[in-house]
């Protein structure tokens, strides 16, 4: 049997500074999120933003929010006159992440050609593994201006997730590629004209690649690629720091599923995946729980009494709620043996179950009420 996972007491620890939830799609990840975040800022006083990679708006209808975006705002109309915490809310805007990272990182002349060039244009917006390597540059800034007590991230579900996890290592693949090298020597020869020197060096290579995407997209290829040279050589240094917090105590990774096969089994694998990382996973949330009131009643029992009272004529409202009690018992039952599936294979992680909610959370008492039953 798993033991009981206690949030408030990560959220009341001082040395805990992020908070990562994890999951499947659908299973109510984006609510646990923002109800973390908004029991650390109403019940134990911290400075908490929340930040979601989730395109979805989700978030911001919970919390009241019209829109997030890539800048922190505050969450109003919220119980912290006791505490003196505060709420911030946003959500990842990849490309403007980008954006900032070249300002940043680069001069204002160098900025403008990477800006001007099709290529980033691309890549910052649509590119494959864009929005994690700029969700850990986002979280990576968030930490560095230690300006929270307490970061709560939502990511996407479980295996996009998992690209977040690998965003230091897919980045270094990258810089490090063949073909990524080639582009970039023309540039550091210096001197001679960048089609001329891929020519002179890669004879084959380069007839190859004039045939497929033409000289002048070559040659703005290879200077996008030398004028992020520097840069992202820095974004991978930051992206590895990042992840290095991610495996430090001071972070924390909750899983949160429903008790439904697939959102157990992905559970499950992304608990392996952070066991494998050495990543600090203080426990699962198990969400959308049922439990019938009188536990004491079989669901067999239930029926055969709802039978003798159709039998008899009485009570008809009787039956119908003893037939109720019988499905919740067997619904819970069966919830309870999927649920064994994370349980039995990690019986070390903590667990603490959600029970379902009668209408879907869109307001801060319903976030309020998440918490609650989170504690």
């Known amino acids: ?37 908004l029991r650390a800022a109403e019940r134990h006083g911290r400075r908490t933003v929340v ?26 109309g919220i119980d912290t006159e006791a505490t003196g915490g505060e709420l911030h809310a946003m959500m990842l805007d990849m490309k403007r992440t980008f954006d900032d990272v070249v300002l940043a990182h680069t001069d204002p002349q160098r900025a403008q050609e990477i800006f001007a060039n099709p290529f980033y244009a691309a890549m910052s917006s649509t590119f494959s593994g864009t929005q994690e390597y700029m969700a850990m540059e986002k979280l990576g800034q968030l930490r560095a201006r230690d300006e929270w007590d307490l970061i709560v991230v939502d990511t ?73 040279d520097s840069m992202f050589g820095g974004f991978r240094q930051r992206a590895e720091q990042t992840y290095r917090i991610l495996q430090a105590k001071e972070t924390s990774f909750l899983l949160v599923a429903a008790p439904e096969p697939d959102a157990i089994r992905e559970a499950a694998y992304f608990a392996q995946r952070l066991r494998d990382d050495r990543m600090p996973l203080a426990g699962l949330v198990l969400n959308r729980m049922h439990q019938p009131v009188a536990a004491g009643i079989s669901a067999a029992d239930s029926r055969a009494a709802a039978a003798a009272l159709d039998a008899s004529g009485e009570s008809p409202v009787t039956a119908d709620a003893l037939r109720i009690h ?50």
């Open 326 to 375: 019988a499905a919740l018992t067997e619904q819970s039952a069966r919830e309870q043996r999927v649920a064994a599936r994370f349980t039995d294979a990690f019986p070390t992680v903590p667990t603490v179950a959600v029970m379902a909610q009668p209408a879907d959370v869109h307001d801060v008492d319903g976030l309020r009420s998440i918490g609650e039953a989170l504690a």
């Open 51 to 76: 930040l979601t990679i989730d395109p979805a708006k989700r978030l911001a209808q919970s919390l009241g929010l019209s829109e997030l975006d890539n800048t922190p705002r505050q969450v109003k």
């Open 156 to 228: 996407p579900p479980s295996r996009s997730a998992l690209d977040f996890l690998d965003a230091p290592a897919r980045l270094a693949r990258f810089l490090d590629g063949k073909m990524l090298r080639l582009l970039l020597a023309p540039a550091k020869t210096g001197g001679k004209s960048v089609f001329s020197l891929v020519t002179a060096s890669f004879g084959i290579f380069s007839r190859v690649v004039q045939k497929v995407i033409g000289t002048q997209l070559l040659s703005e290829l290879s200077g996008f690629v030398a004028a992020l």
């Open 1 to 37: 049997m798993s033991a009981e996972l206690d949030v408030d007491a990560i959220l009341a620890d001082p040395q805990s500074r992020i908070i990562v939830c994890c999951g499947a799609g659908g299973v109510g990840k984006t609510t646990t999120a923002a109800a973390v975040a």
